[in-house]
């Protein structure tokens, strides 16, 4: 769909584009939007889509399906860790762990960690040079370095950060469910006080600003993850759209259709204002690699 339309991140007529209610790089390649403007897009897969999509926890999952990012990518979550000094590991697609080169000098000795025998040479060939050294005396230094090393195997231990910023999490979720609210209600849904409210959220998150929080958005409750039992070995994601009993309208989200990313967003305090004639709306995406 080309053209303009008034863009229901930043309110302006701009020109469209086409915009995944659920991230292009967790498999969706059906569920989209064409009321988003370019920037709003491109400010809310930076600063909103990125750290869900980018996190630890789930590049581990899109390794498994072979989902590819924005560069054509498939992620690999282990490339880069720290060993206990906190130096530096790389870890290529094959799992062979490499130290990242570089050379440390305390006092009058150098400090070498690099990948291969030959790169540590080429290094401190390199510093000596640049320290003054004349070639006589460089050979001599590295001829100190003892020959075992040359065969010596790397087998470290790495460790790996994966911790969460819920609040981060949240506002990926907050924008799944904005969109697809928009997506099943349309103008009715716009005009919502609370839509209002988390589309000014999500506006300033397009500008890298996260201020302002949005506190009705929450993970799914354990209990409901009985309920995705019997679907575990499907890859898909699942919406659902809610008239609770309170009279507020609800989108559950479920990624992966895990219950740890699994989260309940709450769209509107006034469900009757919306011609919906379920109590249980449901979506499935499936995931394409
Ligand atoms: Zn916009």
Request: hydrophobic share 35%; net charge neutral.
């Amino acid at each position: 769909m080309e053209g303009k339309c008034k863009c229901i991140i930043c309110g302006e007529i701009k020109e469209s584009t086409e915009e995944h209610i659920i991230p292009k790089s967790l498999g969706n390649n059906e569920l989209k939007i064409f009321f988003v403007c370019k920037e709003c897009n491109s400010g809310l897969g930076t600063h909103v889509d990125n750290y869900l999509v980018n996190h630890r926890l789930i590049q581990i999952i899109r390794q498994n399906l072979k989902l590819k990012g924005q560069s054509g990518q498939i992620p690999n979550p282990f490339k880069e860790g720290r060993d206990k000094e906190g130096n530096i590991i790389r870890v290529d697609n094959l799992f062979v762990p490499s130290v990242v080169p570089k050379v440390e000098q305390q006092g009058n000795r150098l400090r070498v960690f690099a990948p291969t025998y030959e790169q540590a040479v080429e290094l401190v060939t390199k510093k000596l040079k640049r320290m003054g050294y004349t070639d006589e005396k460089i050979q001599e230094c590295l001829n100190t370095i003892p020959s075992d090393l040359k065969s010596k195997s790397f087998q470290p231990e790495i460790e790996y950060d994966a911790t969460i910023d819920f609040n981060r999490f949240f506002l990926a979720a907050l924008k799944i469910a904005y969109e697809y609210g928009y997506y099943k209600l349309g103008e009715t849904f716009y005009a919502d006080e609370t839509a209002q409210r988390i589309r000014k959220i999500l506006y300033k998150a397009t500008k890298g600003n996260f201020d302002e929080k949005y506190d009705k958005v929450m993970l799914l409750p354990p209990d409901f993850s009985e309920l995705l039992k019997p679907a575990q070995n499907m890859y898909c994601h699942m919406l659902v759209l809610h008239k609770d009993i309170e009279n507020r309208l609800l989108v559950h989200i479920i990624l992966f259709l895990s219950s740890a990313f699994s989260f309940s967003v709450c769209i509107s305090d006034d469900a009757s204002k919306y011609k919906i004639h379920q109590d249980c709306i449901t979506e499935i995406i499936l995931i394409n690699s």
